[in-house]
């Protein structure tokens, strides 16, 4: 009997190491496989792009806030891996009757190799989790040296438009932000994504750098033009929203592009 605690606090009870996975998040759909636990993932959701072949070989059980409760049942899972911002609370407590669901909760660098620990434990896979760890530590180590003479400049980072919304404070974003040495004008405000007004974006925070996600909205030239118009001087750049929104392993693959990007804005 193995007891463990998930990222909200919750206390699970395994009689063995589950072996048949669902995930109801794209980057930690990611981090199993990159755990060598692509056998046992029976489930995944239309989101979850990477590796590009598990669309083809593994049942896809919905979205991340819209599930298909049958199918998931069909599938017998010994475990189901959720996230606190990417599923709701009811999708939560509907799984929660057909087995164990583990809930992460990522906000810090320092969650994220947290989760990756936990995976480890979870399902047996300590030596490959202390990979990952490892790998993430050393290439979050050598940014930090590569940043450490950038100046601190103001950004707002978009996710939406009509209406536009950004990433606020109390998001892994907003962290990826910070360690970039972007100071995120939109943090002080009471959402996570707060909805914004661009005739209000000189007077919140007159950012140096607006950034336009490629996900989930996928912004358009004309919404470039149009914030750039409300900004007056602000830099308008397009940016990978996979490498500022996942987790897990993908944080590796990001250092790797912050460093391009600073050097696309340079």
Avoid at 18 to 45: A, F
Avoid at 132 to 151: G, L, R, S, V, Y
């Amino acid at each position: 009997m193995k007891e463990l605690m998930d990222q909200m606090g919750t206390k699970h009870l395994f009689e063995y190491t589950p072996k048949r996975i669902i995930s109801l998040v794209p980057s930690q759909t990611e981090l199993l496989y990159d755990l060598g636990l692509e056998d046992s993932l029976v489930g995944i959701t239309k989101f979850c792009i990477h590796p590009y072949h598990l669309k083809a070989t593994k049942t896809i059980v919905g979205g991340t806030k819209k599930i298909k409760i049958d199918k998931i049942k069909a599938l017998n899972p010994d475990i189901i891996i959720c996230n606190k911002e990417e599923n709701t609370k009811e999708i939560v407590e509907e799984l929660s009757s057909v087995c164990p669901v583990w809930v992460t909760d990522v906000l810090t660098i320092e969650d994220n190799l947290k989760m990756i620990d936990d995976f480890g434990l979870l399902f047996n896979k300590r030596t490959e989790a202390r990979k990952w760890i490892d790998k993430t530590h050393f290439a979050w180590e050598d940014f930090k040296k590569n940043i450490a003479d950038k100046p601190i400049k103001k950004a707002a980072y978009f996710i939406w438009a009509n209406p536009y919304m950004v990433a606020g404070n109390t998001t892994f974003i907003n962290e990826l932000l910070h360690l970039n040495h972007f100071n995120n004008i939109y943090e002080n405000k009471d959402s996570r994504y707060p909805e914004v007004e661009l005739r209000k974006i000189r007077l919140e925070g007159d950012p140096d750098y607006v950034f336009l996600s490629s996900e989930p909205f996928p912004f358009k030239d004309e919404h470039a033009f149009e914030i750039g118009r409300a900004t007056h001087h602000a830099k308008t750049v397009f940016v990978d929203g996979e490498m500022f929104s996942w987790y897990g392993s993908r944080l590796v693959k990001a250092f790797d592009y912050f460093k391009k990007l600073h050097e696309k804005i340079a």
